[in-house]
């Protein structure tokens, strides 16, 4: 039990504080040690906007490895602050999960020294979608129409952080929407003239909804593009485990397979990084 | 006390219980004494009847029996071992020798307020909860509603976003209402308020991405659970200065406001009165509001509890950028002064820790005071308006500052309480800072989740003790220190005055304390199994007074703990009720 507790308290205590929660009973962390035999655990965010895609690559890895998958859903639908987050994660990755897909890769990784990332599977773009056909790139866009981005996402940082070098003026007002379908509501009723989505958002907006063919994606200049680079999550107590993934991706990358899974989903983007 | 139980019956209470759980004494309450509406507007000095024992949430008993003579005599009477493992912030109420004890995932027991004796548990049957509402899970775990009695029911809010009225004689659902849909995110984690025959509560899950532009404190009737009127609280169609305060931001892209603590009640003016929390996102980078004030977060409410109609607001903290919510509770205070009654709102309602007192009456600004360290409000006008500190607000993404107090320090949840006897609020606080960066951090890749980043907490420059009990001796010009007592561990408990003169609060050692309202002496203390936590309360049966110890695993147990090594928590949660009492012999006084 000391391992696992020590293991939380470092969680808490280096971790990344909330408003309304913080920290994990110890009760709910079980005190056993999985016996996958030839099998892992492979938890996904039930919310991700990528579930499918991820699905497919963590059955692609198991593949590589010799190893069965056992797709787990892990959990989904936190607040936009994140409030609540880390303590699943805590509990998922202690009780259930080897592994955790789909999550993002970044300078900024929120995750702490208890969990390891593994190299990115995919990088997937952020795209301009808009509805108005007199709009070729978002820099025909007046500047006195607002557009919208995906809360507190890669590429709503990329525009905050472009934005905030323009002269006054000189950048769009924008909102924040932290749900893709209403966003693209919102541009096609004209009360944000575009927005800016992950690419995996708007092909699904494709999918489900007969209205959104009035929607494109059009050139985002002068706005600089924006990746997500798209990887898993490994306990930093399994290093073998994370090597073999590394592995497996970098194999997965150079002979293709990851490419066609982007392009079965419609995906931009490229494997690897 | 006159506990009457009818014959034991081995009763299953829930479908969830005859499936899983062993099977409780399920007993029943004859002849129980209904809590009616002049009981809650004046209860009995024997009783504990709400979250903080009266409507003015003061936090205040009359009993006298345990004072600075007799408190070194405390005896250990019971203990109880709440029913649940997890976080939990439990305010016990006693009614007619019950006492209802309610925990995380809304259980909730009767128990013999004298013996300690279950008589009935109620386990609310939460439809299982799928892996897309993991924050409802979390919650759960964590929950801290505490529950109302009136009449021969006890009414309780739950993690789906439920009001459940039971009867109290045998802990049975006599109704229960969906109040709003748990599938877009909301959730109740504060406990409901009853006046003017209604039930008044407050959502949460409000930064959740379903609940967007909707945060709301409600009144639905006690006897039908029909909703009577609804107040949002970040959209107020009724007053443009607050439409204008988000800078353009429509109300479906705005998040928070969540109103954490339950409200107090004034019956003369049938007002009732609410703080609500930070706004979502934390920075108004992320936010787009620019250097709107993102009303009403961070404010009071004062709601007309007739028409459900704003009467005043009063913001504590405009443009917050770092999740120092002001939320908590407020209190209300009369005092007479040359003849003249002074009818005030007092509250330190957030984590920067500054103390207010508002006219309740019309919501002018009275005075403020500072207590901890903080350096996120440069300074408040003679008008109350609020400046903050421009070289905390982010220019970039990215770009950090240690700001004070921090997102687990300064005033958190657990209650202050005031002591009409010396006329003094005593407020348990915490001195920390962190690190405040907005960063776009995705958790999921893609997803809408992430958008600060808090480094470790850390204690003010020169400052070693992190807890402090600030006594303030306060009137309608001035609130000044009367005292301080600085200690290593930060208090966990939420605090209780008495007519006895003494001040009751616990802390992250495991330590209740008794301190001197006049001096801030400590005159008694006692050592438990787990960080002291909930609410701390007193009553009193057959002449005896009985004092209420909550313990266990509680937010501020556990990310406050963390940071002091010698201080280790223990492994369980421990969450428990220890009751004391004096001596049979020692009975010296009856209450006021």
């Given amino acids: 039990m000391l391992r696992f507790l020590a293991f939380a308290i470092a969680l808490f205590s280096a971790g990344t504080a909330f408003a309304q929660t913080a920290g994990v009973p110890p009760e709910e962390l079980n005190n056993t040690r999985r016996l996958a035999g030839d099998s892992i655990n492979v938890c996904f965010d039930v919310t991700s906007l990528g579930r499918p895609f991820d699905e497919d690559v963590a059955r692609a890895i198991g593949d590589a490895l010799f190893l069965e998958v056992n797709v787990i859903d892990g959990f989904g639908g936190f ?73 507190a996402s890669m590429g709503e940082m990329n525009y905050i952080t472009w934005a905030q070098q323009q002269p006054d003026g000189q950048s769009w007002v924008r909102y924040p929407y932290a749900d893709p379908d209403k966003m693209a509501t919102r541009v096609l009723d004209g009360t944000i003239a575009g927005m800016i989505v992950w690419q995996p958002a708007f092909s699904r907006v494709l999918a489900e909804r007969s209205d959104a063919d009035a929607l494109r994606i059009i050139d985002p200049s002068p706005l600089p593009e924006a990746f997500v680079r798209v990887g898993a999550l490994v306990s930093s107590r399994n290093g073998f485990l994370r090597s073999q993934m590394d592995q497996a991706i970098d194999a997965l990358v150079a002979d293709g397979t990851i490419a066609a899974l982007l392009e079965k989903y419609g995906y931009e983007g490229k494997a690897g990084e | 006390m006159k506990l009457k139980l009818l014959p034991v019956l081995l009763a299953a209470g829930t479908a969830f219980a005859t499936v899983s759980a062993p099977a409780f004494a399920q007993n029943v309450i004859a002849d129980y004494e209904p809590v009616t509406a002049e009981m809650l507007a004046n209860p009995p000095a024997e009783e504990w009847l709400m979250f903080r024992g009266k409507y003015n949430n003061q936090g205040y008993s009359e009993l006298d029996m345990i004072n600075k003579d007799t408190v070194g005599d405390l005896e250990l009477a019971w203990a109880w071992p709440m029913a649940e493992a997890g976080i939990q912030e439990t305010a016990p109420l006693v009614h007619d020798g019950i006492m209802f004890l309610q925990t995380n995932n809304n259980i909730v027991e009767a128990i013999n307020a004298e013996t300690g004796d279950l008589i009935w548990q109620y386990r609310h049957a939460v439809a299982e909860i799928p892996a897309s509402w993991s924050y409802q899970a979390n919650q759960a775990r964590r929950q801290k509603n505490s529950i109302a009695l009136y009449e021969d029911k006890v009414i309780l809010t739950t993690v789906d976003a439920k009001i459940v009225v039971l009867n109290a004689a045998d802990g049975k659902v006599a109704w229960e209402k969906q109040v709003l849909d748990y599938n877009k995110g909301y959730s109740y984690t504060v406990g409901p308020l009853i006046a003017d025959g209604k039930i008044i509560s407050a959502i949460s899950g409000c930064s959740i991405a379903g609940t967007a532009g909707g945060c709301y404190i409600m009144a639905h009737d006690v006897e039908t659970g029909d909703e009577l009127w609804r107040f949002n609280t970040i959209d107020d169609p ?107 709102l007092v509250t330190v309602p957030g984590k920067n820790g500054i103390a207010f007192a508002l006219d309740r009456d019309t919501g002018k600004y009275l005075w403020s005071k500072e207590t901890i360290v903080q350096n996120v409000v440069d300074k408040i006008d003679e008008d109350g308006t609020v400046h903050i500190n421009e070289d905390l607000v982010f220019n970039a993404l990215g770009e950090e500052f240690l700001v004070c107090s921090s997102v687990s320090g300064g005033k958190l949840w657990q209650a202050g309480a005031y002591s009409p006897l010396t006329q003094a609020y005593f407020v348990p606080l915490t001195e920390a800072c962190n690190t405040v960066a907005p960063t776009q951090t995705e958790f999921t890749a893609g997803n809408a989740v992430g958008s600060v980043k808090f480094g470790p907490r850390v204690l003010p420059e020169g400052i070693t003790d992190a807890g402090l009990m600030q006594a303030l001796d306060i009137n309608p010009t001035q609130g000044e220190s009367k005292w301080q007592y600085r200690y290593r561990p930060s208090p966990t408990s939420s605090v209780l005055a008495t007519a006895g003169g003494l001040v009751f609060g616990g802390d992250a050692s495991r330590e209740i304390k008794a301190w001197d309202q006049e001096t801030g002496e400590v005159v008694w203390s006692q050592r438990l199994n787990a960080p002291i936590g909930g609410y701390p309360m007193t009553y009193a049966i057959n002449g005896e007074q009985y004092l209420v110890v909550p313990t266990g695993y509680s937010n501020s147990a556990s990310s406050i703990s963390s940071a002091f090594p010698e201080i280790p928590l223990p492994t369980g949660s421990g969450n428990s009720i220890f009751v004391f009492k004096l001596p049979s012999d020692a009975k010296t006084a009856s209450a006021n």
């Fill in chain 2, 238 to 344: 009724d007053n443009p200065a607050q439409q204008e305060s988000w800078g353009g931001v429509p109300p479906e892209n705005r998040w928070g406001g969540t109103p954490w603590t339950t409200g107090a009640y004034d019956p003369e003016t049938n007002t009732t009165f609410w703080g609500v929390g930070m706004p979502g996102p934390y920075a108004q980078l992320i936010r787009g509001s620019g250097d709107g004030s993102v009303l009403y977060t961070n404010s009071t409410l004062a709601i007309d509890v007739d028409t459900g109609k704003l009467k005043w607001y009063y913001q504590h903290l405009p443009r917050d950028n770092w999740d120092l919510d002001s939320p908590f509770e407020r209190m209300l205070v009369d005092q007479e002064i040359d003849g003249v009654m002074h009818k005030m």
């Fill in chain 1, 79 to 151: 607040p936009l602050n994140g409030d609540g987050f880390m303590d699943e994660l805590t509990l998922a990755m202690n009780n259930t999960c080897d592994v955790f897909m789909g999550v993002s890769v970044s300078a900024n990784s929120p995750f702490s020294e208890a969990f390891a990332l593994t190299r990115p599977y995919a990088s997937i773009p952020f795209v301009f979608v808009a509805s108005d056909p007199a709009y070729q790139s978002l820099g025909d866009i007046p500047k006195d129409r607002p557009l919208g981005t995906a809360m």
